[in-house]
């Protein structure tokens, strides 16, 4: 990731609902959604843990589990 960017990941989850998780790209104070993922079903739990993983496949670029 380059120094200039950060990236903020977000998860949540509600019995209620489908769960969620989001990744926003905020470069130059301009935030951006670039992803947004649901799971398939409200208990599923989806997005009840999210973890930056390193770079696992080398791209250079930091990966997420979810």
């Known amino acids: 990731m380059q120094a200039s960017r950060a ?5 949540a989850t509600c019995a209620a609902v489908s769960t969620t998780a989001f990744a926003q790209n905020r470069a130059n104070h301009a935030a951006h959604l670039r992803y947004d993922l649901h799971g ?11 973890a ?3 770079d696992v ?3 250079g670029c930091a990966d ?3």
């Open 40 to 50: 398939d079903a409200s208990t599923d739990n989806f997005g009840s843990s999210v």
């Open 57 to 59: 496949d080398k791209d």
């Open 7 to 11: 990236l903020l990941l977000l998860a």
């Open 64 to 66: 997420i589990v979810i």
């Open 52 to 54: 930056f993983a390193g």
